[in-house]
């Protein structure tokens, strides 16, 4: 059962939500949604989960749950695993990130919540040396 795993704390891995740039020029509606790994040691078996939700001129919207499923990830490397529209911005977009370390679980909840998605909440993003929105 669920409650007798044992998920340990994880650290040292991202999401960051940076503007989508084709043949040199930012597509202004889109951004790409990258999962991080800024351990060294690589990380294996991801299971990405993601769904968008939140209110939006008072009607609920839920998106449908995309779910996939990733190898191996090394250490200090990043992949794109999905793309956000401009619509998608206005709701919060949640991504579950569960991960083999080592032979142990690892299992985390990211949440980009309502319009963070946003230049305002630009960060520096290590290893895509961009600026972007990121959660650890």
Do not use: C
């Not at 040691?41 to 990733?70: A, F």
């Not at 206005?90 to 909840?109: A, M, P, R």
């Not at 963070?116 to 961009?130: A, D, G, Q, R, V």
């Amino acid at each position: 059962m669920l409650k007798d795993i044992d998920f340990k704390k994880v650290t040292d891995l991202a999401l960051a939500v940076v503007p989508d740039i084709e043949d040199g020029v930012v597509a202004p509606d889109q951004w790409k949604v990258y999962l991080l790994n800024l351990r060294k040691e690589p990380i294996t078996s991801i299971m990405v989960s993601s769904q968008g939700y939140g209110t939006v001129d008072d009607k609920e919207v839920k998106t449908s749950v995309l779910r996939q499923l990733i190898d191996f990830l090394g250490g200090e490397e990043f992949i794109a695993i999905e793309i956000i529209t401009e619509e998608l911005t206005l709701i919060s977009n949640q991504f579950w990130v569960s991960f083999y370390l080592d032979g142990e679980l690892f299992d985390k909840k990211y949440v980009f919540v309502r319009e963070s998605i946003n230049e305002e909440f630009y960060t520096h993003i290590p290893l895509l040396e961009k600026k972007g929105v990121m959660i650890r």
